[in-house]
């Protein structure tokens, strides 16, 4: 029996049948040639299924006292460990799209996991088009963060299409090689300590004459709680109300996209940024159209909550291992390229006050300006003071092609957390060649997710022309070194250009598709859920 | 906007994420000959997903004050109805089997519903072996009580496979056709006043003195607690510990069987007692053998709940009209026939008892002595002060052969409620000529569910040979006018007779059908969940 950090039980105390508080995440394969689906598929589940020992805490399950989650929280080890319960096969009805599938993880990610057995589910579906298969793996964020599910995810993959791996991902086995593999000699950094940051009030009180660094941070913040100017975002500070900042109803809506990384990143380059100031100009793009579209574009501009890996570089231990920083992100500028300089600004701020910080100082920092967000999530306020108006969170994945038995893997999207007052998420993460974006929301406040894909695509499309990346027949110039391998999609609705540019010539390495509807239908993934 | 009866509004205060409130059913068809099974479902799917007006309470959704469930409910209309959230298509994966429908079931059985919305989902299940399909409907029990939800499933059916139904059973249309049908000319009995039931306290105070039937009924029932010596069995007095005592985990476990109507009807017969008897007596025999196999069978019987239906004969309205008795299963009897014998004595006490009882007084009465349930299925001490150790509901169901848009209704099973403390609900529905049973327990309590069936099947054996309605060859004599026309089966692994018997020629009525494992696939439905 070990006790959880109190940075960890956060996440059960803030959980309600409305807001669920597990992540998940969707990788998507297509099966070796020549192989029957069914045996196949029926050989992972049961390599998923083994019942030896787990990683932590894996095989274990929750004991917590008379206060609930409030009291002290332990993971103790489950001895009636029901692996069939655990691993869970489940297939898509006719005719097995993208759509389908979105629909059937929106369900999966909206219900709550037992807290009487270990919190985790990993599901096997079958039944997609095109001989693809995909699993949906969930676990409860106090037990794994967006980093250790990529851990996690790894040990189970090759770069070798030929490797057969026999061991669960789950097992201890597999965690003792991964970790050997990863750590090599480097020295681990030290994470914070327990008692650093176990109460936000002891911390405040105790630390702060202590702690310089986070003494300074707090000023600076509370400076502009207290109105100093400053181009740094502070959670709670000028969140402006709109459809995302409602108390969240219980069911979830799910769309996933990829975009080429080099694109991205040119974007990034273009305007002297970096790949996340362009994914961050994405979103922003995207809400601030989506916004436009339900006549609530909000005066001020939206703010985004950025989670920033704090985990030393070896450390595959820790469940959560993540400070937090607050992006502008000027949803309120009609200039796209003014709007990403204005995003680069807040979040080169935030950067810079976060470097002035060790790895714990940021948590501990983190721990109380977020302080007021348990609070608000806890008595379900969240909507009428929002910390922050959505979610950006971006995980560093593979960066070879990766197979499972054989199986390439095709994308590997993340399925997140959408708040009160935070109603959809957008977590990407970078995959090979790519970038897998997985966006949830509320169902019932962003009635129209899947249109998110479209805007963002609009949106990069917008920052390329305006950085003179885009030829004026529509082809995008090669500015990186690789072309880009994968079709990309254009928005074609709300503006004509796109047509003529479908029918120009296409260069070879740049595929645009439009279909008559003036729809575009990404290849990759994207549809309704 | 109408205030919900507190009756209804008990199922939402008992409910936790461990104990869902929500009542079940999953109904069993085979698709019309020459049908393409897609287009078929997607029409179906298309009639379900109507959006006009439904009949109360589909269309509206909860509306609570400030004290949540505990204060005032009402129903109001959702102006937000978003049908192809609860209308939902799933599917099995190969090789789609019963197994893999139940353990499907279990899953969507075991999530709450989204409390922001009509509390109902309705699941079209495709990928069934041998044309089958299957809708899985999902409603909480504060909308919804077991005969309510047979009027509902009944308003879609047709007794001619010819019939096209193109209005949905949700709709307000269906209602008030199905309505005319049931009622005519027939006058309604009265419903108890909200009033008379609301506060039971109040109503101790307040009725108690006039009403003289429900005095004596508590004097009665006061005195078995007091210690006085009677047939009847009463909540919460002598109650064993057993493993169905317990506090229950968020899991299900589901799993489906149909017997021949005739064949039990038969065994009641044979005892002088009813078929209800008979349903009862298999249960407890099943129960005594489970609990047996864990060396867990308490020296004093097991007592089951039975909801009473004390609905008026027109009434298709009240979401709940449901009294309780307590029965004594005698499971601490080795023999079959003193064992329903003794169940019939205390049925027929509790019978006595309700006889002398309007309907309106039944549902005092129930209130009264089951208002402790409330309390202790909310402090989550049900699984120390059991009410009793099991729930056995029977509900009446279609007479005739069913066909929906000219599928025919296999199987219609019910899936109910566990409680903490009654961790196995068995319910059964009659149905044409068969009893369709419909079993649902937690699934770490109860850890071998589909043992159940077998047990069941077996129990009937026994109480069908102690009375002689079976030859030694193994076959059942012919007692009733009509032959059973559905395969039975045998329970094979326990006693090493049936194998004999399966060897034996076999009467054309009756089909036996052992594997060489030794365990017997029944017919229609039963497997692992």
Redesign the interface.
């Known amino acids: 029996m070990r006790r959880m950090p109190i940075t960890d039980a956060f996440f059960l105390i803030m959980e309600s049948?409305?807001t669920p508080m597990h992540v998940g995440g969707l990788n998507l394969f297509t099966l070796p040639k020549g192989v029957d689906d069914?045996s196949f598929?029926a050989n992972l589940g049961n390599i998923l299924k083994y019942d030896g020992e787990l990683r932590r805490p894996f095989g274990e399950k929750l004991k917590m006292g008379p206060l609930g989650a409030a009291g002290p929280v332990f993971w103790e080890e489950d001895d009636?460990l029901?692996m069939e319960?655990h691993v869970?096969?489940?297939?898509?009805?006719?005719?097995g799209r993208y759509r389908?599938l979105f629909?059937?993880v929106s369900?999966l990610h909206?219900?709550?996991l037992?807290?009487?057995?270990p919190l985790w589910e990993m599901h096997?579906i079958?039944?997609l088009q095109n001989r693809q298969f995909a699993t949906y793996f969930k676990a409860h964020h106090c037990a794994i963060d967006g980093v250790s599910s990529m851990h996690l995810m790894s040990s189970m993959y090759s770069t070798n299409a030929r490797t057969k791996v026999k061991i669960s991902p789950l097992s201890m086995e597999a965690y003792q090689i991964y970790k050997k593999q990863v750590q090599g000699d480097t020295p681990r950094r030290v994470n914070p300590r327990e008692d650093e940051i176990r109460a936000v009030a002891e911390v405040l009180k105790e630390q702060l004459g202590s702690t310089v660094n986070v003494a300074r941070a707090m000023r600076e913040t509370a400076g502009i709680w207290m109105g100093k100017k400053s181009a740094m975002a502070v959670p709670f500070y000028k969140v402006p109300k709109s459809a995302l900042s409602t108390q969240l109803?219980?069911?979830r809506r799910f769309v996933a996209q990829s975009w080429d990384f080099s694109r991205v990143r040119a974007v990034g380059k273009a305007y002297d940024g970096t790949l996340n100031d362009a994914v961050m100009a994405m979103c922003a793009g995207a809400l601030r159209k989506q916004l436009q579209d339900q006549r609530g574009l909000p005066k001020q501009s939206l703010k985004a909550m950025a989670p920033v890996s704090v985990r030393a570089a070896g450390d595959i231990d820790s469940s959560n291992a993540v400070g937090m920083v607050c992006v502008d992100l000027a949803t309120n500028v009609r200039d796209p390229a003014r709007r990403i300089r204005q995003i680069k600004e807040s979040m080169d701020a935030a950067k810079t006050q976060l470097k002035q910080m060790s790895a714990r100082e940021i948590q501990v920092y983190t721990g109380i300006t977020q302080a007021p967000l348990l609070l608000t999530q806890m008595t379900g306020m969240g909507g009428r003071f929002p910390a922050f108006s959505t979610v950006i969170s971006n995980v560093p994945g593979p960066r070879e092609k990766r197979y499972w038995n054989g199986a390439r893997l095709d994308g590997m999207y993340p399925v997140s957390i959408p708040f009160d007052g935070a109603a959809a998420n957008f977590t990407v993460v970078s995959n090979h060649d790519r970038l897998d974006f997985g966006i949830v929301a509320c169902?019932?406040s962003v009635p129209h997710v899947q249109r998110l894909i479209d805007y963002m695509e609009e949106s990069l499309v917008e920052l390329e022309d305006a950085a003179g990346l885009r030829t004026k027949t529509g082809r995008r110039r090669n500015t990186r070194k690789a072309a880009p391998k994968k079709a990309t999609t254009a928005k074609t609705k709300a503006k004509p250009k796109p047509k003529a540019k479908a029918k120009a010539k296409a260069k070879p390495k740049l595929k645009l598709k439009a279909k008559a509807k003036g729809k575009t239908r990404p290849k990759r993934a994207a549809a309704k859920s």
């Open positions: 049948r409305r069914a598929l009636e029901d319960y869970r096969h489940s297939a898509l009805p006719k005719p389908e629909s059937l369900r909206g219900t709550l037992d807290r009487s057995r096997l079958e039944g109803t219980g069911a169902r019932k």
